[in-house]
Every structure is written in structure tokens, then in C-alpha cells.
């Protein structure tokens, strides 16, 4: 059994030591030639899947910095407020008379001094949220954080003027914003 199917012919007297290497031979051949294709169409794939798989991970990548710097600017913008809204607000405000104002749908209310509801009514003093709390900042602090969030001014923007409405019976009576409520 340790004989080759060759060199059994080859002592029957079938195939003669020539054409027994020829055979040998190709079959070599075919079997090198085989095992080529297959390495290099196989590792051309592995390539590719390589290559796709690291594309995927560098837009990955990227997409996953683009968020990170978006968040540490947002992070950035929220702590300068904060500074311009302690550092600038002003302390002593509380007084009786009560200083009525929208958030949103909501109307809020502070009680706050007279000489401090007169600068209010004026423009020269605005209403600044920090997280839950209201503080008041003069106005030109509340435009530098403006600038960086409209959302955490709460004032009524005493240089614009509402939109007319024609066929509005009371256009033409003021309303005062000094107005009690």
C-alpha cells in the first residue's frame, strides 16, 4: 500500500518513466497554479474587506471627534454665560413691587425695588436665566450673551417696535411700559 497509484502502472508496465514525469509534472503545475488564483483572489478580498473596514472606521472616527468638539464648544459657550451672568448681575434687587414677565408661555414674576423696575421699563437693565433662577444684568451684558445664546435672555426688547396691524381698532393708543399689573 505504500506504492503510488504511479508507480504501480509503472510496474505493470502501463505508463513508462517518462510520461510518468510528464504527468508528475503537470499535475505540479496545475496544483501550483490552483493554489495561486485562490491565494490571490483570496487575499485581494481580504484586502478589500480590509481596506472598507478601515474606511468605515476612519469616517467613524471622525464623525465621532465632529460630535466631541461640538460638545466641548456648546460646554465652552454655557460656562461663559455663567461668568458673564454671576460676575455682572446685580445683588440687591429685591423690593414690593411686583416686576411681571414672559418666559416662554409662562408669566413670571420678581419683586423688585422701584428704582429697579424703572431700569428694567427703560432697557437699561435685563433679565438673565441661569438654569432655574433669574438674575438682572445690564443691558450691555445681556447683548454679549445674546450673542452667544438668545434663549437665556428673558427681556422685552424695548428698541424694536410690534408689528402694526392694519385693521387693529387700538393701533393707534400706546400701551405704557411702565403698566402695573
Given at each position: 500500500m505504500g506504492n503510488s497509484?504511479?508507480?504501480?502502472?509503472?510496474k505493470s508496465g502501463l505508463v513508462d518513466?517518462?510520461?510518468?514525469?510528464?504527468?508528475k509534472h503537470s499535475q505540479y503545475k496545475s496544483q501550483k497554479k490552483k493554489s495561486k488564483k485562490g491565494a490571490v483572489t483570496q487575499l485581494d478580498e481580504v484586502a478589500l474587506l480590509a481596506n472598507k473596514n478601515h474606511?468605515?472606521?476612519?469616517?467613524?472616527?471622525?464623525?465621532?471627534?465632529q460630535q466631541q468638539k461640538?460638545?466641548?464648544?456648546?460646554?465652552?459657550?454655557?460656562?461663559?454665560i455663567k461668568q458673564l451672568i454671576e460676575s455682572n448681575s446685580v445683588k440687591e434687587f429685591d423690593g414690593d413691587i411686583a416686576y411681571h414677565f414672559t418666559d416662554g408661555n409662562i408669566v413670571k414674576r420678581i419683586?423688585?425695588?422701584?428704582?429697579?423696575?424703572?431700569h428694567l421699563t427703560a432697557g437699561r437693565l435685563a433679565i438673565a436665566k441661569?438654569?432655574?433662577?433669574y438674575k438682572l444684568v445690564p443691558t450691555p451684558v445681556a447683548d454679549k450673551?445674546?450673542?452667544?445664546?438668545?434663549?437665556c435672555i428673558?427681556?422685552?426688547?424695548?428698541?424694536?417696535?410690534?408689528?402694526?396691524?392694519e385693521e387693529d381698532p387700538y393701533s393707534d393708543y400706546q400701551i405704557p411700559d411702565d403698566l402695573m399689573w
Open positions: 497509484l504511479l508507480d504501480q502502472l509503472k518513466k517518462s510520461k510518468a514525469q510528464k504527468s474606511a468605515e472606521k476612519v469616517a467613524r472616527d471622525r464623525q465621532l471627534n461640538e460638545e466641548d464648544e456648546r460646554n465652552a459657550i454655557a460656562a461663559q419683586y423688585v425695588s422701584e428704582k429697579i423696575r424703572h441661569l438654569s432655574d433662577d450673551i445674546k450673542q452667544r445664546d438668545k434663549h428673558i427681556t422685552n426688547d424695548h428698541s424694536e417696535t410690534p408689528p402694526s396691524n
